[in-house]
Each structure stands twice: as C-alpha cells, then as structure tokens.
C-alpha cells in the first residue's frame, strides 16, 4: 500500500470536519474521492499534504508516519498537492513558475552539491534535462504556446493546468488534485481528462477530488464517497455512485 | 543592463583621476558603503519580502565588536572582521528563528525586528565600560593592504575609495550569485506566495532564514568598514533612522533590483550635500521622497527608466 490513511480525524473546535476516515491507495491507481460540499474532501487533502495536522488517525506513505511532516517535508517524500483556487506566483511567466517547481529536483539530483553551482551555474546536462522536463509538461498540460506569458494572464482553466503541471514536474509518486475540474469549461474539462490519463500511463498515481460526479465517474478506478466528514460508500467508483446513501446525500433522502 | 552596469562600475573606478575635492571624494565613499548596505538590505526585502528593521543593529553591532578588538585587544582589523561577522550571522540566526518559527510577516515581522535591533543599541549605550555608552568609541588605526612591496595603511582619500568601491563590488556579486542560483527561486517563491512554495517542496523557513542571515552579514560586513572610515562608532549606528535611511534608498531605487538600491543610496547620500541641510531637515527630506516614491513612483528609479525603454 502506498498510502494508507487509519482512523484519521480532524476536529476544528466543536466542528469535525474529517471523522474517522479509513482507506488507501495502491501505486498506479486513480482514486476518487466525492462527496457534496462541506463534506471534508478538502480537509482530507490538506491533512495528506500536511498543510494540516490531523487530530488523532495516522497517516503512513509506505509504512512511515507523515501526519507530522510539515508541507514541503510531505513534498519531499513524494506526495504532491494542487489547490482548488489556482495559485499563483504573481508577475512571474508560466515557465519560470515551472523552474521554480523544479526545485525538488535539483535538490534530489544534487543534494549539497547544489552549493557548487552557486558560481558555475546548474551543470549543463541538469540544465538540458530540466528544460526538456518542462517542455514536456507544458505540451501535455497544452500549456506550450503560452510559455513565456505572465502566468497571470491565463485562462481560469490554464492556471488550473498550470498547477497540475507545476505539480507534475516534480516528479511525485501521488498527485493529490483538489477539485481540478470546477470551474472548468465543457472542452477544457475533456483536456484535463485526457491530460490525466496521460499521467496515469506515466506511472502516477493520482487521487483527485471533486464534486463533479460525471468527470470523476469517468476517470477513477476506485472511489470513496464522504458526507459530513465520514466515509459512507468506498469501492468500484460506479457501484459507489449507484449508493443508495450517496445518492441520498447528494439529492436528498426523496430521490434514493 | 549588465553592460550599463560595467559601464558605471569603469567610470567609478576612472572617477578619482577627475575628482580633485576631498569632500566629494568623501561623499562617494559614504556612498559606496551605504549603496553596499542597501544592497545587502534588498536581498533580504526586495527579493525575499521581507521587511528587516535588524540591517541597523547587524551594521553597528560588527562595527563596535571590530572597533573594540582593533582599539582595546590590538587585533589586526581584517582578523577582526571574523569574528564580528560571525557574531552578526549568530545573532540573526537567533532573530530570524524566532520571527519566522512564529511566521511572522511584513508588519509583525518589521516591528519584532526592529524590536531587537532597539535592544542592542540600548546594550550599546548603557553598557559603560565595553562600548563608552553614549561617547562611542574613537578609531584611530587604519587597516592596512599588503602589497608586494610591504603593507600599506589605507588612510588617503583615494585608497578609501577603491577599498569602499571594492566592498560594494563583493558585496553586488555575492548578493547577484545568489538570486542568479536556485537560491533566488525559493526566495522568488517565498515572496510571491509561501504557501505554493512549500507545497512544492521548498523549505520556506530555511531559505527565509538563509536570505536573512546572509543580508545580515553583509551588513555586518560594511559595519566593519564604516566605523574605520568615520573614525568612530556610536550608538547612533544601530539606530531606527539608519533602518530607515537604507528603507529610502532601496524604495527610491527600485526594489525589484540589485542595482536600484546602489543609485538610491548614491542619490541619497549625496542629496543632503548637494543642497545644505541641517539634520531635522534631511530626516524630513527623506521622509518625503519616501512617500512621493510609494505613492507615484513604486517601482523606483530603475523601474522608471525601465519602463521608458519598454514604452520606446
């Protein structure tokens, strides 16, 4: 198992958001994981990413503990997170945003050495191959033609690729994607579809949230469905979204 | 730019074959030095974001500890320089833990750091018998350079002003290697949006702590110069003004470069010469060029002779 969340729970003062959150993802898988809004989809993310510290519950990223980790810890191990806003680094172009996320890469590639280069500059065959990376990611992210564009001047949809494909260039073992699709038009929906299953053929494993039942129903292998911050159906993601409780929790107990 | 930039740096050093006054010669001087601590300064603001009110305190707290091994203990004055860098960078690694273990940002930020920085100039006027409280300390001895042909002291105008010139080179480079490096991305990272940066793997209190001590050291650095050339050190060096002095400079030349802040402290330094002021009078003077910059012209004086060449 390459993550494996027990029991995990996360409170906010009286309000428990995550409650007692039990699953796992296998290498090379795409997971889902749905639930209407308020349902802790987000929450459950951040305490893998570790922008937050879970209350009690364990999460372990093969077989080690990451609840404590800080977030660029988290990152380090291989465990990578987009967020549902687009973020940004203001006034920079797409592909210095890409240099900047290649970051993990120098350190992993170079490790003190790095203190070398700050006189000589990254060795040449480092340089060529990052950029290459880059190119890559931008042409599968269909982000190639606005290369050298203040990422500010994106679409709402290209900054969302762009996020996807800052995380991607880092090369992480699991791509955590919070609500990649929302906001997205009908044709860039289709894009980040297509964008995804060309990441999972490349051999990572993916666990996306959203409320967009058609596009994850598409995609995923497994799902898990939360409501209220539990864990009400997990398994096959169409036999989960034909549960009757959630059904009832996305349209109301008169529809199940 | 970069040739703009060799351009300005040749002129500076043909400049003394023209320069016949020794006031002027000593403006430069000052100018130099406090172009090197505005430099240093913008590492860690303009490029990090940063808002350190510490650049005071690391300048003039290297400036007592070289002025007192040189005066009291005999110390050579570049050994000298060691230790007092070496105490700054400790000191900023404390200040710089505390603030950003606490994550603490731009006003929070600005104020506890300007809050240390206040203690250790009141360590340095109370405490008598190490730095003469309010008096300060004379310094008499002047570095000397080894040459070939046996040590020389640096004590004319025109060895002052290529040792200075020279700081500010080292200084420029050191600061320029950095951002050039992986370095500068984090630190472009931290500035433009932490959180991004961190869940792309970059350690966020590191680098931040990195930008800062090594700002500071530099500081430090051109504090061991200053109090040799002035010929004393008090506690006014460690003063809030002078945060704020190298605060004008860097606004007044831009803070999105390195060589902004050089051009601003130049102006700056020179300005108050230029026009007879008293001391009230230039505090106020900075004052206004202060807020006229942020209110019109944000970006500085570079920003503005960049955008007319992108507008041409």
């Known amino acids: ?256 | 730019m970069r040739y703009t930039i060799l351009i300005g740096l040749l002129l500076a050093l043909a400049a003394p074959a023209a320069i016949t006054s020794d006031s002027v010669l000593s403006i430069a001087i000052y100018g130099f030095m406090a172009a090197s601590l505005a430099v240093s300064f913008n590492l860690i603001f303009g490029f990090t974001g940063q808002l350190s009110m510490f650049h005071a305190a690391s300048f003039g707290v290297s400036a007592y500890i070289v002025a007192i091994l040189v005066t009291t203990f005999k110390w050579n004055f570049w050994l000298a320089i060691v230790p007092a860098v070496v105490v700054v960078m400790i000191l900023s690694l404390i200040v710089g833990t505390i603030c950003f273990r606490f994550k603490l940002k731009e006003f929070y930020f600005a104020v506890v750091t300007m809050a240390f920085s206040e203690m250790l100039r009141l360590i340095t006027l109370n405490w008598n018998s190490v730095t003469n409280g309010s008096l300060g300390i004379t310094v008499v001895d002047k570095p000397s350079i080894w040459t070939p042909s046996g040590s020389i002291a640096v004590s004319s105008g025109i060895a002052w002003y290529y040792l200075t010139l020279a700081l500010l080179v080292v200084v420029y480079i050191v600061c320029h290697r950095i951002l050039a490096s992986w370095i500068g991305r984090c630190l472009a990272a931290i500035r433009l949006n932490d959180q991004l940066g961190e869940t792309l793997g970059i350690d966020v209190f590191k680098y931040k702590l990195l930008s800062f001590a090594a700002g500071s050291m530099l500081a430090g650095l051109v504090g061991a110069f200053y109090g040799f050339y002035s010929g004393f050190v008090e506690p006014h060096y460690l003063s809030i003004t002078l945060g704020l002095d190298i605060v004008a400079m860097v606004l007044l030349g831009g803070v999105n470069s390195l060589i902004g802040p050089v051009i601003g402290a130049l102006v700056l330094t020179a300005l108050p010469h230029l026009i007879e002021l008293s001391a009230e009078l230039r505090i106020a003077l900075y004052g206004a060029i202060l807020i006229f910059v942020i209110l019109v012209m944000p970006k500085g004086i570079i920003g503005l002779i960049t955008s007319r060449k992108h507008a041409a």
């Open chain 1, 1 to 256: 198992m390459l993550l494996d969340i027990q029991n995990l729970t996360k409170s906010f003062g009286g309000l428990t958001a995550v409650s007692n959150v039990t699953f796992g993802i296998e290498r090379g898988e795409i997971v889902g994981i749905f639930g209407p809004n308020g349902s802790g989809k987000t929450t459950t993310l951040s305490l893998i990413a570790g922008i937050l510290k879970p209350t009690s519950g364990a999460i372990r990223w093969k077989g080690n503990d990451i609840g404590t980790l800080t977030p660029f810890e988290v990152a380090q191990q291989g465990v990578v997170k987009t967020f549902q806003n687009p973020q940004l680094f203001p006034e920079l172009t797409v592909v210095e945003h890409m240099r900047i996320a290649c970051h993990l890469h120098i350190k992993r590639e170079l490790g003190m050495r790095r203190l070398r280069t700050l006189f000589g500059g990254l060795p040449g065959e480092l340089d060529r191959t990052l950029e290459r990376k880059i190119d890559q990611m931008l042409e599968l992210c269909r982000l190639k033609t606005q290369r050298n564009d203040e990422a500010s001047a994106l679409s709402y949809g290209g900054e969302k690729m762009l996020g996807v494909a800052m995380g991607m260039v880092c090369d992480p073992e699991l791509l955590l994607l919070d609500e990649p699709a929302s906001g997205l038009g009908h044709d860039e929906i289709n894009n980040l579809d297509a964008v995804l299953r060309d990441l999972k053929t490349h051999g990572v494993t993916l666990c996306i949230i959203d409320h967009k039942v058609g596009f994850l129903g598409r995609l995923a292998d497994r799902s898990i469905a939360l409501h209220h911050g539990a864990v009400i159906a997990a398994g096959k993601t169409d036999e989960v979204l034909a549960n009757d409780a959630v059904v009832a929790a996305y349209l109301g107990k008169k529809h199940a």
